[in-house]
């Protein structure tokens, strides 16, 4: 048997509880990381970001290869699979 649960929405939690922070973004076709500085309904804003081309273990405190890019990169909101704090 089904059971449903009622989802409520509560402000500040999830990305935007992140602001500031140094979060991982898990998309349809690649990893970013970045320091999370702006969230709107439709995008959100890394400074300092880096594409994760190899992850490595999950245990270790740097990512095996990720490649830092030159400017503040936005990545869309519709892309993100999963997001959280993974590796400093």
Known sequence: MKKFVNVVEVDG???ESLGGERITLFCMNYIYTGKLVGVNDKY???DEPAIVYETGGFDKAE???AQNLPNSLYVMIAAI???GLIKE
């Open 81 to 83: 699979e999963s997001f």
């Open 13 to 15: 939690e999830g990305l």
């Open 44 to 46: 959100v804003k890394l």
């Open 63 to 65: 990512w095996q290869d």
